[in-house]
């Protein structure tokens, strides 16, 4: 007959605990991330929001080109995080929700103005 010896003596190497630290540093990280680019979309709003009055053409697009690729960037790692509706956060914002459907892609604007620059 063999004895086994109390489980609260015995080491502790359960595989659920490592996961649950995993996921739960993972998750850390993603949340980090997401207040990194909400500061950046921030800061690209504030950023379009200066631009009153009279100002070069150039320099509203590229400065919206810039809201653009920080929006974009920060609405997938919403979606990382499982937040896949963007809806409220537009409500929420500042953002002109014009600008971000009816202009060209991010892509076309900066063929425009590197064309324009040449």
Same mark, same amino acid.
């Given at each position: 007959?063999?004895?086994?010896?109390?489980?609260?003596?015995?080491?502790?190497?359960?595989?659920?605990?490592?996961?649950?630290?995993?996921?739960?540093?993972?998750?850390? !990280?993603? *949340? @980090? %991330?997401?207040?990194?680019?909400?500061?950046?979309? /921030?800061?690209?709003?504030?950023?379009? #929001? &200066?631009?009153?009055?009279?100002?070069?053409?150039?320099?509203?697009?590229?400065?919206?080109? !810039?809201? *653009? @690729? %920080?929006?974009?960037?920060?609405?997938?790692?919403? /979606?990382?995080?499982?937040?896949?509706? #963007? &809806?409220?956060?537009?409500?929420?914002?500042?953002?002109?929700?014009?600008?971000?459907?009816?202009?060209?892609?991010? %892509?076309?604007?900066?063929?425009?103005?590197?064309?324009?620059?040449?």
């Amino acid at each position: 007959m063999t004895v086994r010896p109390p489980k609260a003596l015995g080491p502790n190497f359960s595989t659920a605990g490592a996961f649950n630290v995993l996921e739960y540093e993972l998750m850390s !990280e993603r *949340a @980090d %991330a997401l207040g990194r680019h909400g500061l950046k979309v /921030e800061k690209a709003l504030a950023a379009l #929001a &200066a631009l009153k009055g009279d100002v070069a053409r150039d320099l509203r697009e590229r400065v919206l080109d !810039e809201a *653009a @690729d %920080a929006v974009w960037a920060f609405l997938i790692q919403r /979606e990382i995080c499982g937040l896949l509706t #963007a &809806a409220m956060w537009f409500a929420a914002t500042a953002y002109p929700r014009r600008s971000w459907r009816g202009s060209a892609s991010c %892509a076309e604007r900066r063929q425009r103005l590197s064309a324009a620059s040449l």
